[in-house]
């Protein structure tokens, strides 16, 4: 089992920034690929970004492409999503999650292939 927490989540103006956080614990973080997938209310869950086992392969949504950076700290089992330049439609609760028994460069985009998930962290940029 793996335990998943996010943090970071709160409410920034357009054009700001915020730093969320996912601490894993349970198995061995750098066992699994992770990713960010964000909910707005009365919408399906959508691919944010994701990164690799290890850390070198990343992903990202088009619509976060060159403001969003996705990193993680295997040795503090964290996982980091740097969201900078946020728009209004940036607006949701953000979901950390966690997929195993895959090798060491693949990432993952799908919400369904993913095998635990946190709570999520709300994120308001207001209009």
């Known amino acids: 089992q793996v335990r998943l927490v996010e943090s970071g989540g709160g409410l920034a103006p357009a054009g700001g920034s915020l730093r969320l956080s996912c601490a894993s614990s349970?198995?061995?973080?750098?066992?699994?690929?992770m990713g960010w997938f964000r909910q707005a209310p009365g919408s399906e869950r959508v691919f944010v970004a994701a990164i690799s086992r290890g850390g070198s392969g990343t992903k990202y949504a088009e619509s976060v492409e060159g403001r969003f950076t996705i990193s993680r700290d295997n040795y503090r089992n964290t996982l980091f999503l740097q969201m900078d330049n946020l728009k209004p439609e940036d607006t949701g609760k953000y979901y950390c999650?966690?997929?195993?028994?895959?090798?060491?460069?693949?990432?993952?985009?799908?919400?369904?292939?993913?095998?635990?998930w946190g709570q999520g962290t709300q994120v308001t940029v207001p209009s």
């Open positions: 349970g198995r061995t973080f750098s066992m699994y690929g």
């Open positions: 999650a966690a997929k195993g028994g895959i090798v060491m460069a693949t990432i993952i985009t799908e919400a369904t292939s993913y095998d635990y």
